[in-house]
Structures are given as C-alpha cells and as structure tokens.
Nanobody
Framework: QVQLVESGGGLVQPGGSLRPSCAAS????????MTWYRQTPGKERDMVAS???????KYADGVKGRFTISRDNAKNTVYLQMNSLKPEDTAVYYC?????????WGPGTQVTVSS
C-alpha cells in the first residue's frame, strides 16, 4: 500500500534552515509528481512546492527563492530545503502523491520558526 512518512521538522530561529524529507513506498516513486503542502491551525492546507518525474518544479509565491524541492529516486525520498525561514513559515508540513486518482498524505512534520 502507498505510504508517505515525513521527518526532519523542528524548531529553528528566524533566518535559519531546515530540510524535511518524505520517504515513500508502495508505488513506482519515479513515475509520480510529489508535492509538499503546509497547514496552520484553522486554515486550509496550501501547496508549497511540487516536483515532477522529470525534475520540473513549481513553488508558491511566498517561498520562491528560499525553498528548494528535490527528489532522490534511488531512495524513494523527496526533500524540501528551507532557507531564510520566517515565523510565518511555521506550520505542519505534509507530502502528497496522487496514485490512480487517489490522494495519499503523510502524517506531517511540525516546523516552528521562533526566537
């Protein structure tokens, strides 16, 4: 079965960096688009970045130039390098894949940016 597990979140000061990762299993990883989302309490889950099977990337306007999404197909893992973090980046970060029309989500990893 499809499984996604995020890790690598944590507490960081403003201006710092984190690199959460998402380990995938149960599907042909290198054939699917992988997407990172984030969510804060009381708000909808918003797309942060996506990467397709060819390495093409897309980013939300608020993270362009600060975040970089990448994938390692040999490890079935997608990463989100987050630099110059701001307090407004505080959220639970999730990865998602859509396989045969069904969405699968990981449990999320908390990122807190605070001094």
């Amino acid at each position: 079965q499809v499984q996604l597990v995020e890790s690598g979140g944590g507490l960081v000061q403003p201006g710092g960096s984190l690199r959460p990762s998402c380990a995938a299993s149960g599907f042909t990883f290198n054939a699917y688009v992988m997407t990172w989302y984030r969510q804060t309490p009381g708000k909808e889950r918003d797309m942060v970045a996506s990467i397709d099977y060819g390495g093409g990337t897309k980013y939300a306007d608020g993270v362009k130039g600060r975040f970089t999404i990448s994938r390692d197909n040999a490890k079935n893992t997608v990463y989100l390098q987050m630099n110059s973090l701001k307090p407004e980046d505080t959220a639970v970060y999730y990865c998602k894949v859509t396989v045969r029309g069904r969405e699968y989500w990981g449990p999320g990893t908390q990122v807190t940016v605070s001094s």
